[in-house]
């Protein structure tokens, strides 16, 4: 499961990748044309209250791939190259410019990001369009030479898909069967694919609440999550040296926690993703699962030997253990639980595979 990062050129995107990942973008990286690949540590401050309550000899966060596209621009989008990149991909964060900066050029000469983000949104959905007119083409000229009742089906949902993007909605928004969703599973539809929209804005435009309403109002009801991020800012909180420091820094700008680790939690909910963990004074660790798995699929996350003998999975909520402060307290009030296969595991789990092979 990978995150895509996208957006116009000087929007901030290297910037941002480097600071989800850790990774030094080098000029051979740039050089190669290539996507750059990394991955981002999950962070989530509930994993941090684990570790501090048993004190592990390990810890271990989880993980995600993160794969930064190529820039957004006329040739790019000619020659079609970045469309198969984002099919590829399992969700997306779209990268907008909001920073005022004359030393930085803006490719449309000006500061606009509403008009930006539509006009991203406008090629993904041409994109779309463009393959769903060239495969019915395609599904109407077998049909005349053989009565296919699958195909019939198919021209069916794709039309209604066409119908759809003609309205400039993505597809993500259709209501569209498991069956149907099998049937198309292989096409390169990039506007299924769930969006974070990140606006990279100045310092002073942080706390501008009026600014990300408007946006959310505009764009949520395209099913786009939204948040602000002043890659400036995060760049120099992470290159602060002590946690100390850091701190200092986020209560002077009123910020509780740096702005990529939520972008970090959004990308897990883009992805569809829950966490669950295992403790112990050995480990902490924090695994991500499909949400809607079962704890013989999450047993399975560990390790293929778990799910095959999984016998049960013992259950601690995050938020009972939070507040009672003890597995001892959460069993004395009755908080423990003894989970089958049936089982379907929710966020912030704390489980304990019993198993035999």
Same mark, same amino acid.
């Given at each position: 499961m990978?995150?895509?990062?996208?957006?116009?050129?000087q929007t901030g995107?290297? +910037?941002?990748?480097?600071?989800? +990942?850790d990774?030094?973008?080098?000029?051979?990286?740039l050089?190669?044309?290539?996507?750059?690949?990394s991955l981002a &540590?999950?962070?989530d401050?509930?994993f941090?209250?684990?570790?501090?309550?048993y004190k592990?000899?390990k810890?271990?966060?989880?993980r995600?791939?993160?794969?930064l596209?190529p820039?957004?621009e006329?040739?790019a989008?000619?020659?079609g190259?970045?469309?198969?990149d984002?099919?590829e991909t399992d969700?997306?964060?779209?990268?907008v410019r909001a920073f005022?900066?004359?030393?930085?050029?803006?490719?449309?000469g000006?500061?606009d990001p509403?008009?930006?983000?539509?006009?991203?949104?406008s090629?993904?959905?041409?994109?779309?369009?463009?393959f769903i007119?060239?495969?019915? &083409?395609?599904?109407e +000229?077998?049909?005349?030479?053989i009565?296919?009742e699958?195909?019939?089906?198919?021209?069916?949902?794709?039309?209604?898909?066409?119908a759809h993007?003609?309205?400039?909605?993505?597809?993500?928004l259709m209501?569209?069967?498991?069956? &149907?969703k099998?049937a198309?599973?292989?096409?390169p539809?990039v506007?299924?694919?769930e969006m974070?929209?990140?606006?990279?804005?100045?310092?002073?435009d942080?706390?501008?609440?009026e600014l990300?309403e408007?946006l959310?109002?505009?764009?949520?009801p395209l099913?786009?999550?939204?948040?602000l991020?002043?890659?400036?800012v995060?760049?120099?909180i992470?290159g602060?040296?002590t946690?100390?420091?850091?701190q200092?820094?986020?209560?002077?700008?009123?910020?509780?926690e740096?702005a990529i680790n939520?972008?970090t939690r959004?990308?897990?909910?883009a992805?569809?993703?829950?966490?669950?963990?295992?403790?112990?004074?050995?480990?902490?660790?924090?695994w +991500?699962?499909?949400?809607?798995?079962?704890?013989?699929?999450?047993?399975?996350?560990?390790?293929s030997d778990?799910q095959?003998g999984f016998?049960r999975?013992?259950?601690m909520?995050?938020?009972?253990?939070?507040?009672l402060g003890?597995?001892?307290k959460v069993k004395?009030?009755?908080?423990f639980y003894l989970?089958g296969?049936d089982?379907i595991?929710?966020?912030?789990?704390i489980?304990?595979?019993r198993f035999n092979?």
């Amino acid at each position: 499961m990978k995150i895509g990062i996208i957006g116009l050129p000087q929007t901030g995107k290297k +910037t941002l990748f480097e600071l989800l +990942t850790d990774h030094k973008i080098s000029e051979r990286d740039l050089a190669s044309g290539k996507n750059i690949k990394s991955l981002a &540590e999950i962070k989530d401050p509930r994993f941090d209250r684990l570790t501090a309550m048993y004190k592990p000899k390990k810890e271990v966060r989880a993980r995600i791939d993160i794969e930064l596209l190529p820039k957004i621009e006329k040739d790019a989008i000619t020659k079609g190259d970045i469309f198969k990149d984002i099919a590829e991909t399992d969700a997306l964060c779209h990268v907008v410019r909001a920073f005022k900066d004359d030393s930085v050029y803006h490719i449309n000469g000006s500061i606009d990001p509403k008009r930006d983000i539509d006009s991203v949104n406008s090629e993904l959905i041409l994109h779309d369009l463009i393959f769903i007119e060239k495969r019915v &083409e395609r599904v109407e +000229t077998n049909l005349k030479k053989i009565k296919d009742e699958a195909a019939a089906k198919e021209k069916d949902l794709l039309l209604r898909m066409k119908a759809h993007l003609d309205k400039e909605l993505p597809l993500r928004l259709m209501d569209i069967k498991p069956e &149907e969703k099998k049937a198309i599973a292989s096409y390169p539809f990039v506007t299924l694919k769930e969006m974070i929209l990140v606006l990279n804005v100045s310092e002073d435009d942080l706390k501008n609440a009026e600014l990300l309403e408007e946006l959310r109002r505009r764009y949520r009801p395209l099913k786009i999550e939204i948040m602000l991020v002043s890659a400036k800012v995060e760049s120099e909180i992470a290159g602060l040296e002590t946690e100390k420091e850091k701190q200092e820094f986020l209560t002077a700008l009123g910020i509780e926690e740096p702005a990529i680790n939520i972008l970090t939690r959004l990308c897990i909910q883009a992805l569809n993703l829950i966490s669950f963990f295992t403790v112990g004074e050995d480990e902490v660790r924090q695994w +991500t699962i499909k949400r809607g798995s079962s704890s013989p699929e999450a047993a399975g996350a560990i390790h293929s030997d778990l799910q095959k003998g999984f016998i049960r999975a013992e259950v601690m909520k995050f938020d009972d253990l939070a507040a009672l402060g003890s597995e001892e307290k959460v069993k004395e009030a009755g908080k423990f639980y003894l989970k089958g296969k049936d089982y379907i595991v929710e966020d912030g789990d704390i489980l304990s595979i019993r198993f035999n092979v």
